[in-house]
């Protein structure tokens, strides 16, 4: 199918769009606001002992849910689509991911920068799953790919939902100066971290050891179970591109409306891929619009059938549009525009025999690291 630009879609979408379509929401603001409250409340009640451990554990999911929840306004607002001003978005995004250590600024050039720039581009794309070549010439990209990715046949695969955003940061922290950073900027974020973490060191003692972990390490690994689910269904399903296209290297996936509103609609990521300046809070008109002018070239599915499809299919690339798992040598097709989306139970692998052959490997760029995902 022929690929287009992003800018070829936002020509073609102008004359459409609503006048207020990239005007900040800073509402988005209120959410951070209470989130970070639960958390401070949260802890504070575990710390004290209050209610014992029968409440500590009632609390971690609630936690999990708001640090993943201040991921998504962080994200948002790093995007200028919550404020203009660069030096609240740095300090909204320094909050959103304290639990996760983020820099802000190394976010602004892995995320903004890189992956929305270079998105499904085969050995570019920070976010993307190896190419056959990559998992072949490494044997620690081997070794990540076959233990820790959701895949099919892959009892550790759930590790790259509890830990992947965690250690994914880390990864693009100490590779930093290959997504963009100067050395000065390498060095800010460093610092940023830094931060994060000698507030958490604080944390940790004084609460102590038990505490801590009820009240932070375990509701961090719910919230990395939130985030990463969400990130792995935006483009581990899709097809590589060499044209940075959102309608093809992009998933939607559909939610309950709550799901939707803790959030911020970013589960709509064709959307945001389109246009990433915009607040999410508009995504479901420009889905609508989506979908009434190419609806044979937009692509959702719900949420859990997103997960379920990525437990039962492979995460390394043959080719743009087929996914194999080397080990057994068993192939998928990603899903494509008009791709017909059959139920779980139903989805089997596509024999080797009947897949099409593997076109010639695109020049590969290495990593800086391999990426647990």
């Excluded at 993943?68 to 030096?87: M, P, Q």
């Excluded at 994060?196 to 961090?220: D, I, K, M, Q, R």
């Excluded at 709550?258 to 008109?285: C, K, Q, W, Y």
Aim: include cysteine; proline fraction near 10%.
């Amino acid at each position: 199918m022929t690929q287009h630009p992003i800018s070829w879609y936002v020509h073609e979408l102008r004359d459409d769009l609503p006048a207020n379509t990239f005007t900040p929401v800073p509402s988005r603001l209120l959410w951070l606001a209470l989130h970070l409250c639960i958390m401070a409340a949260g802890m504070t009640a575990i710390g004290l002992g209050i209610g014992g451990l029968w409440l500590a554990l009632a609390l971690i999911p609630i936690l999990g849910i708001s640090i993943a929840g201040a991921t998504f306004v962080a994200h948002e607002t790093l995007h200028g689509a919550v404020v203009r001003n660069r030096t609240v978005r740095s300090v909204v995004g320094w909050l959103g991911f304290l639990p996760f250590m983020v820099s802000p600024r190394l976010w602004t050039a892995w995320h903004n920068k890189v992956h929305h720039g270079h998105t499904g581009k085969p050995g570019v794309d920070p976010d993307a799953y190896p190419s056959l070549a990559q998992y072949e010439a490494s044997p620690v990209v081997r070794a990540v790919t076959d233990r820790f990715s959701l895949r099919r046949s892959s009892p550790t695969g759930f590790l790259s939902l509890i830990l992947g955003f965690t250690v994914q940061s880390a990864q693009m922290l100490v590779g930093g100066r290959r997504l963009g950073l100067s050395r000065r900027e390498h060095v800010k974020a460093w610092l940023e971290t830094g931060l994060a973490l000698a507030l958490w060191t604080a944390v940790a003692v004084l609460l102590g050891p038990l505490p801590f972990l009820l009240a932070f390490v375990a509701p961090l690994l719910i919230g990395n179970s939130i985030v990463m689910a969400f990130i792995l269904t935006n483009h581990s399903l899709s097809p590589q591109t060499e044209t940075n296209d959102p309608l093809l290297n992009s998933l939607s996936v559909t939610n309950p409306w709550f799901i939707d509103l803790v959030t911020l609609n970013f589960g709509l990521h064709v959307e945001h891929h389109l246009l990433p300046a915009m607040s999410s809070a508009r995504a479901p008109a420009l889905r609508d619009l989506l979908v009434a002018r190419w609806p044979e070239r937009y692509q959702s599915m719900p949420f859990g059938r997103a997960v379920w499809r990525l437990a039962r299919t492979a995460r390394v690339y043959e080719d743009a549009t087929t996914l194999i798992d080397p080990p057994s040598g068993r192939r998928f097709p990603t899903i494509l525009p008009r791709d017909v989306v059959v139920p779980p139970e139903e989805l089997t692998p596509v024999p080797a025999a009947a897949a099409a052959p593997a076109a010639a490997p695109a020049p590969v760029v290495p990593a800086p690291l391999p990426v647990l995902r």
